[in-house]
Nanobody
Framework: VQLVESGGGLVQAGGSLRLSCTAS????????MGWFRQAPGKEREFVAA????????AYADSVKGRFTISRDNAKNTVYLQMNSLKPEDTAVYYC?????????????????WGQGTQVTVSS
């Protein structure tokens, strides 16, 4: 599975962005998908995940109520809608795929990663 993210950019605090991650290769719909982020000087952290099948969602506490993950299997794409952005959301955002069914994958189970897209939120 090859993953390509897009949609990052510079936005003011309180603004919104929608990230997209398009997959090619193996059957996208058979993978759980996740979004992670890494800020300068910090470790990569979990942001959101959506399972397969069923589409159950999970979020980090820091983004709950502001971010929404969704997927369109017909388009082989997973999205991350980010609203009410804060300067602390500034990071490189990565999407990832895990061949796990029916539950949220552990981080180490994600075996395909995109190259990342930069999100910068100014105060």
């Amino acid at each position: 599975v090859q993953l390509v993210e897009s949609g990052g950019g510079l936005v003011q605090a309180g603004g919104s962005l929608r990230l997209s991650c398009t997959a090619s290769g193996r059957t996208f719909s058979s993978y759980a998908m996740g979004w992670f982020r890494q800020a300068p000087g910090k470790e990569r952290e979990f942001v959101a995940a959506i399972t397969w099948p069923g589409g159950s969602r999970a979020y980090a506490d820091s983004v709950k109520g502001r971010f929404t993950i969704s997927r369109d299997n017909a388009k082989n794409t997973v999205y991350l809608q980010m609203n009410s952005l804060k300067p602390e959301d500034t990071a490189v955002y990565y999407c990832a795929a895990a061949p796990v069914a029916g539950r949220r994958p552990r981080t180490e189970e994600y075996n395909y990663w995109g190259q990342g897209t930069q999100v910068t939120v100014s105060s």
